[in-house]
């Protein structure tokens, strides 16, 4: 089931950020970001919380900020039904445009985003604090 994230998720979120990705994981400040106008934070859980996501839709285009999936219940198509929900979403609220920075190394991430039709824009040096990342972006219209 996939579900607006409410407050008491934060701590989850931020703990399963960082295990994911250590140096570079959002802070506090940053969690609480997820409840500002034009945002739009997911949480699939089943029984308890498996993954997360995140897009903020504020400004001329979607920009998906994160998707984050338990180890244990990676490569089971959360992040796919995530990012589907936040793609169905930017498209009503009339959003034209996606656009996304992941690191180049990692594969899984890559590959989801290539399978829902994103294309590398660009590649940002030193984006993460030990790695590179793609900006890619996906034509959310036709």
């Avoid at 034009?38 to 285009?61: H, I, N, Q, T, Y």
Wanted: aromatic fraction near 12%; hydrophobic fraction near 40%; charge should be neutral.
């Amino acid at each position: 089931m996939i579900r607006g994230m409410e407050r008491r998720d934060l701590a989850w979120a931020r703990d399963l950020d960082f295990r994911l990705f250590s140096e570079a994981s959002w802070g506090e400040e940053e969690m609480e970001e997820a409840f500002r106008p034009g945002r739009r934070f997911l949480v699939e859980e089943e029984k308890k919380p498996r993954a997360w996501a995140g897009m903020d839709a504020s400004g001329a285009f979607a920009h998906i900020l994160s998707i984050d999936v338990e180890p244990s219940f990676q490569g089971k198509g959360l992040g796919s039904a995530l990012l589907s929900s936040l793609l169905s979403s930017a498209r009503g609220m009339g959003k034209g445009k996606c656009v996304l920075e992941v690191s180049c190394k990692n594969s899984p991430a890559l590959g989801l985003y290539k399978k829902f039709g994103f294309k590398t824009r660009e590649k940002i040096e030193g984006y993460y604090p030990s790695y590179d990342a793609f900006v890619m972006e996906k034509d959310l219209e036709g």
